[in-house]
C-alpha cells in the first residue's frame, strides 16, 4: 500500500511540472534564455514610431496589419525616422498569453520575445500576437517563424536542445 501511495505521489507531482518539447512544432517549446534572434533585413522605423511589424515576411505598416495572421512587432526605445541594421539580438526571456479584446469572445493571443543587444542598438522586445476566439489557441514557434520568414529567423539556446 505505501508504494502505491509513492507512486501516485509522484505521478501527481510530475503532472504538475511544466511540459518542455525540443520541438518547435509544439505547443510546449518556447525560445529558451540565450536563444538569438536574427534581424536578417533592415527595419525601416517611420516618422513618430518606436518600433517595425512584420507579417507574412515582410515588413508592412501598422494599418495593413490584418490582426487574424500571426504579426510581430519589434519594440525599440528611440523613435524613429530611422533604420534598424541586420543584428542578431539574444532573448533574455518569453512569455506567452492570451488576453479578451471584445465581449464578443475575441481573444488576442501573444508571445513576448524580451531582447538584448551586444551593439547598443536600443531593442526592448519583439511582440507576436493573433486575433481568434475561445475554440483558437496561442501559435507555436515554428508558425511564428513562418509569420516572420527570412525576415528574422530563430537560433535556439541550448536549453532547447
Known amino acids: ?9 509522484l505521478l501527481l507531482v510530475s503532472a504538475c511540472t511544466p511540459m518542455h518539447s525540443t520541438d518547435p512544432d509544439s505547443m510546449a517549446f518556447s525560445l529558451a534564455e540565450g536563444s538569438i534572434l536574427s534581424l536578417n533585413k ?8 518606436a518600433h517595425g511589424t512584420i507579417q507574412a515576411g515582410k515588413q508592412i505598416t501598422d494599418n495593413n496589419r490584418n490582426d487574424y495572421m500571426i504579426n510581430c512587432r519589434l519594440d525599440f526605445k528611440k523613435l524613429g525616422p530611422r533604420f534598424i541594421e541586420p543584428e542578431n539580438f539574444i532573448v ?29 542598438t536600443d531593442i526592448i522586445s519583439m511582440e507576436c500576437q493573433e486575433y481568434g476566439d475561445a475554440t483558437d489557441r496561442n501559435f507555436t514557434v515554428a508558425e511564428m517563424q513562418s509569420a516572420l520568414g527570412d525576415y528574422i529567423t530563430f537560433r535556439y539556446g541550448s536549453e532547447n536542445h
Do not use: A, K
Not at 533592415?42 to 514610431?49: E, K
Not at 498569453?97 to 520575445?113: A, K, M, N, P
Open 1 to 9: 500500500m505505501r508504494n502505491h501511495l509513492i507512486l501516485f505521489n
Open 42 to 49: 533592415r527595419l525601416v522605423i517611420t516618422q513618430d514610431q
Open 92 to 120: 533574455t526571456r518569453t512569455e506567452d498569453g492570451s488576453d479578451w479584446i471584445s465581449y464578443l469572445g475575441s481573444l488576442r493571443f501573444y508571445t513576448e520575445v524580451y531582447l538584448s543587444s551586444d551593439s547598443g
